[in-house]
């Protein structure tokens, strides 16, 4: 399965959040090192789904970039 990921740096490293399955994160100090983080976490997640008896449901989010205009007042430079 293919699931959407949020990194973003942090004043140590970088952060990874996973919308679904939610509860899925992970922190590392390398863009490198939280990706296999994150996908370590997902798979220990599913894992304890399944050990559970938990319906594991397809990935629904998805990931998308929109463009906007500097903000009212702002000098372009």
Known sequence: MRYAILLKPTKT???????DPPGCVAAGETWEETLNLIR???????????????RISEPTSTCEYVEVGPPHGASSG
Do not use: K, N
């Open 13 to 19: 490293g970088f952060s990874a959040h996973v919308p």
């Open 40 to 54: 370590e976490a997902v798979e220990f997640h599913l894992e304890g789904m399944r050990l559970h008896g938990e």
